[in-house]
């Protein structure tokens, strides 16, 4: 069986045998996704994003983050995908390499609350369409990544599509044709990481997804197959695919699903978890910094000479150094345009030596810092080892108040009493 019935027979998979460790994840996403949306309304890419949905106006169906009224599906799931990975600041799946929420969710909800549907069905699809981003994310293998493509708007257009037709209630057929729709649609670059364009591919694939499944419910056509037929998209976008990683592994892949707890991108997290497991005293001693990382981050997470504070996101060398002055990584305010004019930061980052080691996965770092005595400590940290759930809850719960206040704590509980997907409207729109 190819790819595309895989990912069909996926898409039907009945609400009554998803496994539950994986929606109390899918849940989990919800909850950050939400807070990441509603802590980024404010960014500059939100004011020019509004200023769209505003000028477009259109059918009142869904909500945007910090606008009040509705907008049509569509809309608000690019708007919701944009904004929500302003920050930078949401979880990421490393088994293809992307973040699933930004992408998925903003086209569940809208189209969740255009059709009055529940929280738990808007769940139960994202959960499907993140597992089929997941798994055709396998199927493009790291090459694709490694080309260039960002696989949270590629990958995670195809995801967004799915959640987006398993609640317009699609046929099999009717399914076929929206994912052979995207097959034309899906798009984004890392080109574009450390610039506003960077969130903007979460909210093209949330869209697209919006999109592809609406024209397909409306009898839309697209090719047979257009995941891995003559010129489709994993031919033309991966050089040595491998279709059989599709239905390779058992079970639900999303449950390795991997949380932000600083605000930058998910590659240097490793690194700076391995820096403050160093004593106190250590760190403020630190002068020079020598960091081993998977070479698939090299090209992302390694900006020498960052000029603005979304590109220090980016900069193994400035994020050190903040680590080490005891700066709080985890305060999206803290990365304002000045930092990367910081003389003391930039003078450390002249002194971090980075190294790409094949033998370390997308989610370990390892290395020494040297002290001003000339000892070399190691360090090291794998994001891979696991957290039980209630502590992984309250972390969420933590991040939350930080970044948004009380509103966290109520969100979740409003989210614990399930409900309509509408029931959400007052707190994206920050009402």
Not at 255 to 261: C, L, T, W
Not at 351 to 369: N, Y
Request: contains cysteine.
């Amino acid at each position: 069986m190819g790819v595309m019935e895989e990912l069909l027979d996926l898409a039907a998979t009945p609400a009554d045998v998803l496994p539950q460790d994986a929606l109390r994840m899918a849940q989990n996403s919800l909850f950050d996704w939400l807070v990441c949306g509603r802590a980024g309304q404010g960014e500059p890419l939100s004011g020019i994003l509004h200023q769209m949905a505003q000028a477009e106006g259109g059918s009142a169906e869904a909500s945007v983050f910090g606008l009040p009224g509705g907008y049509p599906a569509r809309m608000a799931a690019m708007v919701n995908g944009a904004v929500s990975h302003a920050l930078d600041y949401d979880d990421t799946h490393f088994a293809h390499i992307g973040h699933l929420s930004v992408g998925v969710y903003p086209a569940a909800l809208a189209v969740g609350q255009a059709r009055d549907l529940s929280l738990s069905e808007v769940v139960e699809a994202f959960l499907v369409g993140a597992e089929v981003a997941i798994r055709l994310g396998l199927v493009l293998t790291p090459g694709h990544y490694n080309r260039g493509f960002h696989m949270t708007a590629t990958a995670g257009a195809f995801g967004a599509t799915v959640a987006a037709g398993r609640l317009m209630r699609l046929t099999r057929e009717q399914m076929r044709h929206a994912v052979g729709l995207c097959a034309t649609r899906a798009s984004g670059l890392k080109s574009q990481f450390g610039t506003m364009g960077k969130p903007w591919n979460a909210g093209i694939a949330a869209s697209a997804g919006v999109e592809c499944a609406w024209l397909a419910l409306h009898g839309m056509t697209s090719a047979e197959d257009g995941l891995c037929g003559p010129q489709g998209f994993v031919a033309t976008h991966s050089d040595a695919p491998d279709e059989a990683a599709f239905g390779a592994a058992p079970g639900f892949l999303f449950g390795d699903i991997k949380y932000k707890f600083h605000a930058c991108c998910h590659g240097t997290h490793a690194m700076i978890e391995g820096l403050l497991a160093l004593p106190g005293e250590q760190r403020s001693r630190v002068k020079a910094l020598t960091l081993r990382t998977n070479p698939r981050w090299l090209r992302v997470c390694d900006k020498k000479a960052p000029q603005t504070g979304l590109e220090v996101k980016f900069s193994y060398g400035w994020l050190a150094g903040m680590v080490l002055r005891g700066m709080a990584t985890g305060d999206d305010r803290v990365y304002a345009d000045a930092l990367a004019e910081d003389a003391a930061l930039k003078d450390f980052a002249s002194r971090v030596t980075v190294i790409g080691d094949e033998t370390l996965s997308d989610m370990m770092a390892a290395g020494f810092v040297v002290l001003d005595s000339g000892e070399k400590v190691p360090f090291s940290h794998d994001l891979a080892a696991p957290i039980p759930q209630d502590r992984l809850q309250a972390a969420l719960v933590r991040k939350a108040e930080a970044m948004i206040g009380q509103a966290g704590p109520a969100l979740w509980h409003t989210l614990e009493q399930g409900g309509p997907a509408r029931g959400l409207a007052g707190f994206v729109s920050g009402a």
